[in-house]
């Protein structure tokens, strides 16, 4: 068996030590203080803009994120639609994205694909071997946001594949292309996915971002606890089932009926609650 040289062991170690030390140093996502100030000061943007309260405001703790926006923590800001649409304030939208910087700086929206891909042009570091996926799991998670009605629960990125091209001098290949996509959860009874592809010049920054949203959407909430004391067996149970499928995703709405509901629609709420706990949905 070859030994090294102590020398060369030493130099080993050095390297070993220094790459966790790096990677330890990385950011693994925002802490509590600052995803609490996020989250305050979204909140103050958004009264400026004229919201109400029923806005639902969700800050971001992705760690590809993170790495990728240090200067950022993003928060999540929904216009529930169900069962009555709430109307967002210009220049938001229904389903919305707040990149708000940790220093000074005015929080910056993103309504849609086309807002997110100018703000991850402007602030997306050049991609590098090995960058190009995260690049990608963090535009797939932050453009989820954008689809979101409150119901949809999306799995982990995947099938990422990289794209390569020679470089000038014809000696090395840099990055040119990197495609993902991210799957609907079908728990809920939502289907679909998004795709998208980020393409790259020859210095490894963005110049373009093509997303495309395939989904399906299950049940929502129309007036389904409103209908668990109908005198009709065949209404009830439709009411029930169509809850049951939005599981957990329904919790938001069925508090709402319920603070507005009688004694008695008041348990027959709390019962369909606990049989969607029981249930694991």
Not at 162 to 172: A, L, M, P, Q
Request: net charge positive; with cysteine; aromatic share 6%.
């Amino acid at each position: 068996m070859t030994r090294l040289p102590h020398a060369a062991l030493a130099g080993l170690l050095v390297i070993l030590t220094a790459g966790a030390a790096a990677r330890a140093q990385q950011p693994k996502g925002p802490t509590e203080e600052e995803l609490a100030a996020a989250e305050a000061r979204a909140r103050e943007y958004l009264k400026r803009l004229g919201a109400t309260d029923q806005v639902r405001v969700s800050p971001i703790t992705d760690e590809s994120v993170a790495r990728l926006f240090p200067k950022f923590v993003f928060v999540a800001v929904l216009f529930p639609q169900f069962p009555l649409a709430r109307i967002a304030p210009d220049p938001l939208k229904a389903s919305n994205i707040v990149a708000v910087p940790k220093g000074e700086g005015r929080p910056q929206p993103c309504s849609d694909a086309k807002e997110l891909e100018t703000f991850f042009k402007d602030n997306a570091s050049a991609v590098s071997s090995g960058t190009d996926t995260e690049l990608m799991r963090a535009w797939l998670r932050l453009a989820q946001e954008l689809s979101q009605d409150g119901f949809y629960k999306f799995k982990d990125p995947s099938e990422f594949k990289g794209e390569g091209t020679k470089s000038d001098d014809g000696k090395s290949e840099r990055i040119s292309k990197v495609g993902g996509k991210v799957e609907v959860d079908p728990q809920g009874g939502n289907k679909g996915e998004l795709r998208a592809t980020i393409e790259f010049d020859k210095d490894g920054k963005i110049t373009k971002i093509n997303h495309k949203a395939d989904l399906k959407p299950g049940p929502r909430p129309i007036c389904q606890a409103t209908k668990l004391l109908d005198p009709d067996p065949i209404v009830r149970r439709m009411a029930e089932d169509s809850l049951r499928v939005m599981g957990s995703a329904a919790r938001s709405y069925l508090d709402e009926q319920r603070a507005k509901a009688s004694p008695e629609l008041q348990k027959a709420i709390d019962q369909i609650w606990q049989r969607i706990v029981d249930e694991g949905r």
